[in-house]
């Protein structure tokens, strides 16, 4: 069976070297992360997953915009309620189907209880960079001292 390991962030420094170190750990194509988009935007501009792809450097002024493409499938997305996001990995697919439930409707589909999610969501419009990777029991805890390790808060398995 599948388990969720989640953690909040802080500062961009330790998101980076947990990402880096769960990805050296065989993690790579099951990390998501989702965090508010620092960039400036145009009033006009809608973010959409269609129209920003970060993993092709597109993005180089936004403070996050490196660490989101470190990981596949990284994009925009504006959640109302929550604003620009930046969202990469699986994750950033289950929050493209449901941009009216916000972050927290996208965790619910990702298996996070509805209280969790919510709780995640006001840590994103916080400015905590959220941190997630899906991995079998057995190496969930693996995952979660990683993050840990790193500085993550609120580091729970689902």
């Known amino acids: 069976m599948s388990k969720t390991v989640l953690g909040i962030f802080r500062n961009r420094d330790g998101a980076e070297n947990a990402l880096s170190e769960l990805k050296a750990q065989g993690f790579e194509d099951d990390i998501s992360l989702v965090a508010k988009d620092d960039r400036e935007q145009d009033q006009d501009d809608t973010m959409t997953m269609e129209n920003q792809d970060l993993t092709e450097g597109s993005v180089t002024g936004g403070a996050l915009g490196g660490l989101a493409g470190w990981l596949a499938g990284a994009g925009a997305l504006l959640i109302p309620g ?77």
């Open 82 to 158: 929550v604003g620009p996001i930046i969202a990469a990995g699986p994750l950033a697919a289950a929050l493209t189907g449901v941009v009216a439930g916000g972050v927290a409707g996208g965790l619910v589909d990702y298996g996070i209880p509805e209280e969790r999610g919510r709780y995640y969501e006001e840590q994103v419009k916080q400015g905590g960079i959220l941190l997630s990777v899906k991995t079998s029991d057995s190496k969930a805890e693996d995952a979660a001292a990683i993050m840990r390790d790193n500085g993550a808060q609120d580091v729970e398995t689902h």
